[in-house]
Nanobody, 126 residues
Framework: QVQLVESGGGSVQAGGSLRLSCATS????????MGWFRQAPGKEREGVAT????????YYFGSVKGRFTISQDNAESTVYLQMNSLKPEDTAMYYC???????????????????WGQGTQVTVSS
């Protein structure tokens, strides 16, 4: 059974930083598209960033470009999301996701991801 375990959320003031982690098994992690999505209260879930672990290729959705960095640690089978210059509008539940099959190009839609973590809350105060 695929498990994605997020951690690292919390409360921070605007301008601050947080790093989220998503740990999974080596089988799930290897050569697979993994991503971070977020959902704010009353809003639809939206993409944040994706990474293909086989090539390190990354993609960032518009509002986080230049502020967030997605990365990976092969030894730990973990994907990270470094969030800098946080804004109140970044407040949301953040979810880690993995594509259904490995060796497939990264998609950018929520439906391109099959496995989801339980989420970790990020709250940014002004």
């Amino acid at each position: 059974q695929v498990q994605l375990v997020e951690s690292g959320g919390g409360s921070v003031q605007a301008g601050g930083s947080l790093r989220l982690s998503c740990a999974t098994s080596r089988d799930t992690y290897s050569n697979r598209c993994m991503g971070w999505f977020r959902q704010a209260p009353g809003k639809e879930r939206e993409g944040v960033a994706t990474i293909y672990t086989g090539s390190l290729r990354t993609y960032y959705f518009g509002s986080v470009k230049g502020r967030f960095t997605i990365s990976q640690d092969n030894a730990e089978s973990t994907v990270y999301l470094q969030m800098n210059s946080l804004k109140p509008e970044d407040t949301a539940m953040y979810y880690c996701a993995a594509a259904f099959v490995p060796w497939s190009p990264c998609g950018t839609r929520e439906t391109d991801f099959h496995y989801w973590g339980q989420g970790t809350q990020v709250t940014v105060s002004s």
